[in-house]
């Protein structure tokens, strides 16, 4: 059986200082405290500004060995409407503008890519860095776009493991999954996993428990709220989710069969809203360590959450 590695997406968010975070955690010792706790963290604030490695270097010094961090990859590299603000002001100069957006090109895809990976060099450095996470644009999708356009990157970020995520769920309807499952299989990238709501809506991708790199696999839990996944205007708004404890039983079991055949898994808990992320880790990391502790890595920090 893989290693089960639980924690949260971010360490920083809003809902975790007011309702997680002891008040007398500063801001500076959040992360050393979250570490205590759990043994990843998934890094969301690189999705909006490339890494600068005398900050991620303070990351690594604050976290224990063998922390990990799982680092998501700039949201220009995702297919995502840039601003060109949200490049650093070198790159900036460089790219070309439309509409207010960053037009994405070969060159400037490699810039800020050799960019970002000096930016995480640290954590490689360190051996921290778990997977570099692409979240995919919902617009990307298979009547408008091939995986094939993603070779380019892959090129690019070549040596590290990947995990992609797709939003559109297109990618995995009746006869394009297995070209999916395929292009995934040939480039050993791990397709992302999700715990979603039980929506039709193009944008909520579906159960399954697709293992494409036998080294990694990856699941991230969203929440099931439907209504709010689809309308949400904020992030905390979007995944405002509290699982109960059922649902965290059935969720560790997916995990448990899913290690079966990875050897690892990152389990994610993305429903950051007020402290329900890492209440959720926390009792999902309890419920696995009394079914199979040997899965599960130990962490200094062990708390209960009572659930009704």
Do not use: C
Not at 37 to 63: C, G, N
Not at 98 to 116: C, N, Q, S
Not at 179 to 192: C, G, I, L, P
Not at 193 to 222: C, E, G, S, W
């Amino acid at each position: 059986m893989g290693k089960i590695l639980v924690g949260t997406a971010s360490w920083t968010d809003p809902g975790f200082v007011a309702d997680w975070y002891p008040k007398w955690v500063s801001a500076a010792d959040r992360l050393r405290w979250y570490a205590e706790h759990f043994p990843l963290v998934e890094v969301d604030s690189t999705f909006y500004r490339i890494p600068v490695a005398r900050f991620v270097e303070r990351w690594s010094e604050q976290t224990p060995d063998p922390f990990v961090f799982d680092v998501k990859l700039h949201q220009l590299l995702s297919r995502h409407s840039t601003r060109p603000e949200l490049l650093p002001p070198d790159l900036r100069a460089k790219a070309a503008v439309k509409g207010k957006r960053v037009e994405l090109t070969p060159a400037l895809e490699a810039a800020v890519t050799k960019r970002f990976l000096a930016g995480v060099q640290p954590l490689e450095e360190s051996g921290k860095l778990g997977a570099l996470l692409l979240q995919l644009s919902p617009s990307f999708d298979p009547n408008n776009h091939q995986l094939s356009e993603l070779d380019s990157l892959l090129k690019l970020l070549k040596g590290r493991r990947v995990a992609i995520e797709l939003r559109n769920r297109r990618w995995v309807a009746a006869g394009q999954l297995a070209q999916t499952e395929a292009w995934f299989k040939q480039h050993k990238v791990s397709f992302v996993l999700v715990d979603a709501p039980d929506d039709p809506h193009f944008m909520i991708m579906p159960k399954l428990d697709l293992v494409t790199n036998r080294k990694l696999a990856y699941l991230r839990a969203h929440g099931r709220n439907a209504r709010s996944y689809i309308a949400g205007r904020t992030v905390a708004a979007r995944f405002a989710y509290d699982y109960n404890k059922k649902e965290l039983e059935e969720m560790a079991q997916r995990a448990l069969n899913i290690a079966q055949h990875a050897g690892e898994i990152h389990l994610v808990f993305n429903n950051n809203a007020s402290n329900f992320a890492p209440k959720a880790a926390t009792a999902i990391q309890n419920i696995l360590r009394q079914e199979h502790p040997e899965a599960v890595p130990k962490t200094e920090a062990q708390e209960e959450f009572s659930y009704a």
